[in-house]
């Protein structure tokens, strides 16, 4: 079947006070092969749905992950992929071979060996994050001030980024992210300060090379500089905003489900249930190809649902319950094949080291507004909180002990 015999759906748009993933996810799921739909831009689109589908999608070689591509969808402002002559370096935006070369380079810096070497700064930044949301005296804004400032401070580190550097990195950082609370001319501008800032941090690694992840990249030669500015902005980005979501959505899940507090199974379970990746990996058919019965010529564009995959009732046994225990670990919440998220060690370690430490520290912590309340992100490309205002008792919080 083509194109040209199947019905279109409307784009599944996130809206306030309605759940996510989106209840149109499971319709989609139920028709035969892909539903196709027109994005704001008037481009037209497939949507894929089913787990099966978007693991086929995501291997295939005849579907680029490239944006100069013909039919690459573009969703709007908030959601497009640099091109290399925007920012050299923009990996994720580029197929084998040129994609290998760079991750190549990239994957002994974030293996299981490497982050478990990073486990103390990991650990110190959290407790220093916790130290100071406990400043707050009783009262606090989860996501400005501890889930973002987390991921930061860490790949801050990672990259050799001085001490006395790491605020403006920072602050930087989170006007990027923050959709809601900047505007676009200040992300623009926070962008150009960045790729300044970073390559004159480069420039300095090359003098005078230091024990970081940017000087251990650059001694491989596989990366030139100019290209290491955009695997920089890349890695601060993408790990980001991804990990900050994941924290403060989970904060969320686990005080309404206080029993898998401690668990250690919860991080994966998390990172499946909210898929806060969900419109991340835009594709487009550079060779005719057949995906879940239906043909996709060259030059059509695709879009995999990752939420939809991962509540995909084929795949896992009841996927919108809460289930840390479930045997299933075939979620592709972190993507999957070639382009499958090269952090993805990183984010899981700094989501267990949070979860232990702020309901160790912070015992007494609430979320201080109603559920259906919270400002959820229906703006962009991934899913999560604009903000989380909580509160905890002060005077019950446990003094510093054992972490490190």
């Not at 930061?152 to 920072?170: K, N, T, W, Y």
């Not at 790729?195 to 690694?205: D, P, Q, S």
């Not at 940017?214 to 990990?243: D, N, Y």
């Not at 160790?360 to 959820?376: C, G, N, S, W």
Request: charged fraction near 25%; glycine fraction near 8%; charge should be neutral.
């Amino acid at each position: 079947m083509t194109s040209t015999d199947t019905p279109m759906v409307d784009f599944p748009v996130r809206r306030p006070g309605e759940s996510f993933p989106p209840a149109a996810y499971a319709g989609y799921r139920e028709r035969p092969g892909l539903v196709r739909t027109t994005l704001a831009t008037g481009q037209p689109v497939w949507l894929v749905s089913r787990h099966e589908d978007v693991r086929a999608v995501l291997t295939d070689r005849r579907i680029s992950a490239n944006p100069e591509n013909e039919g690459f969808p573009k969703v709007g402002r908030t959601g497009g992929v640099p091109t290399q002559n925007e920012i050299p370096g923009w990996f994720v935006g580029l197929d084998p071979p040129e994609h290998d070369r760079f991750r190549k380079a990239l994957i002994p810096e974030f293996s299981v060996r490497r982050i478990r070497a990073w486990q103390p700064l990991i650990q110190r930044t959290v407790d220093e994050c916790v130290e100071a949301l406990l400043a707050k005296d009783g009262r606090a804004d989860l996501v400005e001030d501890f889930a973002l400032a987390v991921p930061s401070l860490v790949i801050s580190a990672m990259l050799g980024v001085p001490g006395d550097d790491r605020p403006f990195f920072e602050a930087k950082t989170k006007i990027l992210v923050n959709l809601q609370r900047s505007t676009e001319e200040e992300r623009a501008d926070a962008v150009r300060q960045l790729l300044r800032y970073i390559t004159r941090l480069i420039g300095i690694k090359q003098k005078w090379p230091g024990d970081d992840l940017i000087t251990r990249i650059l001694a491989t030669g596989a990366i030139t500089p100019q290209e290491m500015s955009g695997v920089v902005m890349l890695l601060l980005i993408a790990g980001h905003e991804t990990t900050a979501n994941n924290i403060s959505l989970g904060v969320v899940t686990l005080l309404a489900n206080p029993r898998w507090i401690g668990d250690e199974r919860v991080v994966e379970e998390l990172v499946r249930y909210h898929s806060v990746a969900d419109l991340v990996a835009m594709r487009t058919a550079v060779e005719d190809v057949e995906i879940g019965g239906r043909l996709i010529r060259a030059g059509e564009g695709l879009i995999p649902l990752i939420a939809a995959a991962n509540h995909d009732t084929n795949a896992f046994a009841c996927p919108h319950e809460f289930k840390p225990d479930r045997p299933a670990r075939n979620h592709v919440a972190f993507g999957f094949g070639v382009h499958q998220c090269l952090g993805q060690n990183l984010v899981r370690a700094e989501m267990a080291a949070v979860y232990k430490t702020l309901f160790e520290r912070v015992p007494t912590l609430r979320i201080d507004a109603p559920l259906e309340e919270l400002p959820f992100k229906y703006d962009g490309t991934l899913f999560g909180l604009h903000a989380l205002p909580v509160r905890w008792q002060p005077s019950s919080t446990p003094g510093r002990g054992g972490q490190g």
